[in-house]
Structures are given as structure tokens and as C-alpha cells.
């Protein structure tokens, strides 16, 4: 998992390089690099570490040229390092390649390459593919890259130049996002939009086994085998200034302020005036009887993703009455799972492009699986394998710690949910209606949790001093712990863990000491007393304890040290505004550590490698 970018046109090419791999840093920042063509050379420069060290080497010593090619990378293969570092070129120096993704098949390439006498620089796979090319190289970059990709087996994005041709880029998708830019007498390439967006929005989505030829006059798509490809560009309508920091000192902290926004655009137009039990999802299809004759839902995903996922488990069962697996996407494909064709695969990815839920969705669909995908990025690699669609509208989320893209997938659930029960016929018009109303309120619910914030910082001094944090939780209130507690270790480096209420006791409970904090979720009516009891028994360890409660509740002071109060909701939509805190706490414990918290150490957004 790595981020790429090209750049071919008038301009220098340097800074726009730079510019994009900043966007893209979300996708690793272990090293940078760039490789630029002034018209008869190719100059590479990189280094390890974040790309600010890249700029700087840039600053003191420019590389004038515009055309070329950059990558911001997340190891693989080799250790963070400058010789390990991107773009990597064959030993004449005239054709450089960057590269996101794996080349499964490297090691015995490499073996080939080294017993015809070529010599390495790196450990990286990548390195190979510059030999590869070079050794293809009769004069044309697109033949000498396709012949050269018809060798390499894997999952990835390539983008390649030469000082031969300057002025050219040839770019490969295999599995791995590609996008390209048209501008006005300039193109761009990188791994997804954002990148790219304040310089055109006129996007050609690179499409599984396509290779794209590219000069400052436009982009020719074709197949690996060569037949030529037309592809509608794509209108993006986001607002640049949407993947700014806009005056947050965090993307986190601005994300988790844009959710009521966020939840507002994910219900936008699929509420109707006038039918208060209907929702309309344009993009799912469901052919008659399929949802009535449903035996199974799988939910797949990964990370914070499947987090929404056990959401999803409670919501489904209860209101769908089928019953529901809830699957880590690495397990799933690795497993023979009882998936046919009486069931809905639903798989959850922010990014739609993770490398383990688009494996679990492929198994699912090659068992005859329905594939529903819940995604946020028009056009991703999943959106465009699923055969219903639902698109979380969060807008570009850049960092790593997910949370208006989670919130958005438990609305979009919600709404499938809707749609199912209802041609289902296990939700009636009034209680579709009843949770229709409740989703309405959920912008200003979740706004109303917000402005609570000064007082979820003054609790985080509270947690600072300790190692091991506890999350619990039961039914709706678990699925929120968990993902309360990832987004605790994630970013504040504080041992987390989040558990249902009830298995404390069986083992953690060893654990809690005099004043481990442990936060206790308690929205579920049904199980109140239940988690109650949960709460007892660490008070009983002198545990320091926060409960996260409703504004009504007023049983739960006597009970937890301090309380964190969320408006009430209708107990099944109480997850909503449940995060809020949870995320808030996350980020300013982890503020007052000072640490890196849009890129926590050893993440990346996206994981498009297994
Ligand atoms: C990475 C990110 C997580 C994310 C997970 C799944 O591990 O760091 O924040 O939840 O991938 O990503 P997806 O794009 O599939 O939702």
C-alpha cells in the first residue's frame, strides 16, 4: 500500500508530484520520492521518512523538468530506507517505475534477472519491474510496460516514464486503485481523487487489468491485451476545499466535527416527504422475492469498518429476523463458509479498496452470494464489483482513525435495513416510520453531542497517566465499545481493549486495578440492569469508571465516577451519538500525548495489500 501520482504538462512537475503525495500520505509515509524528466534526463530523489524530508532535499536542490513521476510508501517489501525508497529505476537510469502493491512472483523474477548479470539496489519487489521494463525496451514505453506486466503476477498499480520518451507515462492497474486527471494540456495520475482534485475534475477511473497511455495532449486506455477501452469521465462534484484541515488542527478532530454534516448527506434524498416509511436506495435492486426468501446476511469487512459491522448484526436480526454472521474479511476468505445463493453478502469498506474485503466480497459472489457493497468511494474497486450499491456520502476522509466515515456506514445500515424489513414485510409502516423519524434527528442529535466536547477533554487528563484502558458493553452497546476502544489504541497508544459486559468477569476483571479506567457504554434499555452489574463489579476493584449514558438517565450518577450524557434516541439508533464521546475522548488523550494523530505509527487508511 503505497501512493503514486504522474504528472505530464507545462508546469514543473516537481511540486505538483509533491503536492499530490501529501494528499496521499494517508496511505503511507515511510518514505518518498520522485523521479522528474527535464526532456533528456530522468533525476530521482528520496528518503526515507515523511515526505516533509523530500520537500526540503526539493527546496535546497529543485529538479526542473515537466514530466514525472512520485510515490509515498508504506513497506512491503524491504525496510524503511532511502535505497528502499520509490521511484526505482533499471541500472541505465532511463526508465523509472513507482509502484503500489505486491508482485507476488518478485523473488523468482529477481532470481532470473540476477543470474543474467543485473544488479539491485533495494529489496523492494518493485525494483524488478524497472528491470523488467528496461529489458522489454525496443523503443515504446507501452509495449516494453505491457510486456513487462505480462511477467509479473500480484495485486497492484504501476505507474512507469523514460528519458527516453519524455513527456510519457505509462500507467498498469492490477487490483490496485489508478486514476487519471485531465486538465488542459496537462494529466495526472494518482491512487485516488482527492489528490488530484484542485487541479481538474474531470476523472477516467482506471479500471482491473487496463494500462493507460498517457502525454500532456490526454490518456489512452486500453486492455493489458490491448483492445482499446472507452471510458465516461467521471463529473466529481466534492469541494476541494472538503479535504482541508479547515482550521482543525487535526483532520481526526475536523472529521469528527463533520459528521452531522456527513449523516445529513448519507440520508439526502433517500428520505421522502409525504411517505414518512419509505426510503429509497437508487442503487439497490434486490430482484422480487429475493429479500422475502433471504436465509443469511454475511457482513465482511475490516478494522472500524466491521466495527459497523456488528451494528449492522443487531440491527439486521432485530429488525430483519435472519440471521446474521458478522465475519473479519481475512478470516472469511480463508475459510469455507456456508455463503449460497439464498444469502446477501454485505460488505463494509470506507475506502473500498481493501485488499482482505474484496477477497471475502469476490468468495462471496463466486458462491452465488447477492453482493451489496457499503462504501464511500464513488468508483472504488468494490463499488464497481457489488450488484447493489450503497454509498455512505462521508466525503474524502484523510485520517487514518476512521469516524464520519464509521457514522455514515451505521446510517446507510439503517437504511438498508429499512428497505429489507420492509419488502421483507417484517417492518411495518408504523415502525418504519418511527425509525424514519429517528433518523431524521440524527444531524442534530449528533450536533447537540458535540458541543459537549470541553467537557470530554476535561476527562481525558484522566486516562493519561495509565497503560490499559477497558471499554464494555452489552448487544448495541459492545459494538460501540469496540470500536470506542480502537479508537482509543489506535491514536493514544494506550492498551485498549473493549469486551461485552458480562465477559469481564471471566477473565479481564484480573486486570482492573485501583483506578484503571474503564468506560462502560450503557444505552440498551433491555440490558440495563445487566451492565449495571458490570459497572459494580469494577467499582468493586476501585476502577475508575465513565459511563456513557442519556441526558434522562438518572440512575447512572450513583453509580460511575463520571458520566458522559448523549441526548436521548430511540435505543436502536443510539449508536449514533453513543461514538461521539468515545471519539472525542480518543483524540484528546492522544492530543495531550502530542502525538502524529492523523497518522497514528504502523497504520495506513487504507490496506490495499494483505
Ligand atoms: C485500515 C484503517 C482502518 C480501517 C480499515 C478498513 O486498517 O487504518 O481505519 O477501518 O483499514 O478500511 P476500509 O477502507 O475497508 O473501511
Known amino acids: 500500500m503505497c501512493g503514486i501520482m504522474g504528472y505530464v504538462g507545462p508546469r514543473e512537475a516537481a511540486p505538483i508530484l509533491v503536492d499530490g503525495l501529501r494528499r496521499l500520505e494517508y496511505r503511507g509515509y515511510d518514505s518518498a520520492g520522485v523521479a522528474v524528466c527535464d526532456g533528456r534526463h530522468l533525476v530521482v530523489r528520496k528518503a526515507e521518512g515523511k515526505l516533509a524530508r523530500l520537500s526540503e532535499m526539493l527546496d535546497v536542490d529543485p529538479v526542473p523538468g515537466s514530466s514525472g513521476i512520485g510515490h509515498t510508501r508504506w513497506a512491503t517489501h524491504g525496510a524503511p530506507s532511502d535505497h528502499n525508497a520509490h521511484p526505482h529505476?533499471?541500472?541505465?537510469?532511463?526508465?523509472?517505475?513507482?509502484?503500489n502493491g505486491i508482485i507476488e512472483n518478485f523473488l523468482a523474477l529477481k532470481e532470473e534477472l540476477l543470474a543474467a548479470g543485473a544488479t539491485f539496489t533495494s529489496e523492494t519487489d518493485s525494483e524488478v519491474l524497472a528491470h523488467l521494463v528496461?529489458?522489454?525496451?525496443?523503443?515504446?514505453?507501452?509495449?516494453a510496460t505491457r510486456r513487462a506486466v505480462a511477467r509479473a503476477?500480484?495485486?497492484?498499480?504501476?505507474?512507469?516514464?523514460?528519458?527516453?520518451e519524455p513527456g510519457r507515462i505509462v500507467a498498469v492497474r492490477m487490483i490496485s486503485p489508478l486514476v487519471v486527471g485531465l486538465g488542459k494540456g496537462e494529466v495526472f495520475l494518482a491512487s485516488d481523487i482527492p489528490a488530484i482534485l484542485h487541479h481538474t475534475r474531470d476523472i477516467m477511473v482506471v479500471d482491473n487489468g487496463e494500462i493507460v497511455d498517457v502525454t500532456a495532449d490526454g490518456a489512452h486506455l486500453q486492455t493489458i491485451d490491448g483492445r482499446p477501452v472507452q471510458r465516461d469521465l467521471l463529473q466529481i462534484t466534492w469541494d476541494a476545499a472538503q479535504a482541508e484541515r479547515g482550521g482543525y488542527p487535526h483532520f481526526m478532530l475536523k472529521e469528527i466535527h463533520e459528521q452531522p454534516q456527513a449523516v445529513t448527506e448519507t440520508l439526502t434524498?433517500?428520505?421522502?416527504?409525504?411517505?414518512?416509511?419509505?426510503?429509497?436506495?437508487?442503487?439497490?435492486?434486490?430482484?422480487?422475492g429475493f429479500a422475502r426468501a433471504l436465509d443469511r446476511i454475511w457482513v465482511t469487512a475490516c478494522g472500524?469498518?466491521?466495527?459497523?459491522?456488528?451494528?449492522?448484526?443487531e440491527v439486521f436480526e432485530g429488525l430483519l429476523r435472519v440471521p446474521v454472521e458478522v465475519a473479519y474479511a481475512h478470516e472469511l476468505r480463508y475459510r469455507d463458509p456456508l455463503i449460497g445463493p439464498g444469502s446477501l453478502t454485505v460488505a463494509i469498506s470506507q475506502s473500498g479498496e481493501t485488499a482482505d474485503t474484496l477477497a471475502a466480497a469476490y468468495l462471496a459472489k463466486e458462491r452465488g452470494s447477492r453482493l451489496l457493497a457499503v462504501t464511500n468511494v464513488v468508483g472504488s474497486t468494490l463499488s464497481r464489483t457489488a450488484d447493489d450499491l450503497l454509498y455512505t456520502r462521508a466525503g474524502p476522509e484523510i485520517a487514518v482513525a476512521s469516524t464520519k466515515a464509521y457514522m455514515t456506514m451505521l446510517v446507510g445500515e439503517y437504511l438498508l435495513a429499512l428497505v429489507l424489513g420492509r419488502?421483507?414485510?417484517?417492518?411495518?409502516?408504523t415502525a418504519a416510520a418511527a425509525l424514519v423519524a429517528g433518523l431524521r434527528t440524527l444531524p442534530r442529535v449528533v450536533e447537540e453531542t458535540l458541543a459537549r466536547e470541553e467537557d470530554i477533554k476535561a476527562l481525558a487528563a484522566g486516562f493519561n497517566g495509565h497503560d490499559h484502558v477497558y471499554f464494555i458493553g452489552r448487544g448495541l452497546d459492545y459494538a460501540v465499545a469496540?470500536?470506542?476502544?480502537?479508537?482509543?489504541?489506535?491514536?493514544?497508544y494506550i492498551h485498549s481493549e473493549a469486551m461485552p459486559a458480562g465477559e469481564l468477569k471471566h477473565g479481564t476483571l484480573a486486570l482492573v486495578t485501583e483506578g484503571t479506567p474503564v468506560v462502560v457504554v450503557l444505552t440498551q434499555t433491555a440490558v440495563y440492569d445487566k451492565t449495571i452489574s458490570a459497572l459494580q463489579e469494577v467499582k468493586a476493584r476501585r476502577a475508575f469508571t465513565v459511563a456513557v449514558a442519556y441526558d434522562d438517565d438518572t440512575e447512572i450518577a450513583k453509580h460511575a465516577d463520571r458520566v458522559v450524557r448523549i441526548p436521548r434516541v430511540p435505543d436502536l439508533l443510539a449508536p449514533v451519538p453513543a461514538i461521539v464521546p468515545l471519539q472525542l475522548?480518543?483524540?484528546?488523550?492522544?492530543?495531550?500525548r502530542g502525538h502524529d494523530i492523523d497518522q497514528p505509527r504502523n497504520l495506513a487508511k487504507s490496506v490495499t495489500v494483505e
Open 89 to 99: 529505476t533499471d541500472p541505465s537510469g532511463e526508465i523509472a517505475v513507482v509502484h
Open 304 to 313: 472500524t469498518a466491521l466495527h459497523a459491522g456488528l451494528v449492522a448484526k
Open 482 to 492: 469496540m470500536e470506542g476502544s480502537l479508537k482509543m489504541k489506535e491514536i493514544s
Open 153 to 164: 503476477k500480484g495485486a497492484y498499480a504501476l505507474v512507469v516514464t523514460s528519458s527516453r
Open 585 to 592: 475522548l480518543a483524540y484528546h488523550v492522544a492530543a495531550a
Open 269 to 288: 434524498g433517500r428520505l421522502l416527504d409525504g411517505e414518512p416509511e419509505t426510503v429509497v436506495l437508487d442503487d439497490v435492486h434486490f430482484p422480487p
Open 423 to 429: 419488502e421483507r414485510g417484517t417492518l411495518d409502516a
Open 134 to 143: 528496461a529489458q522489454e525496451y525496443d523503443g515504446d514505453l507501452l509495449e
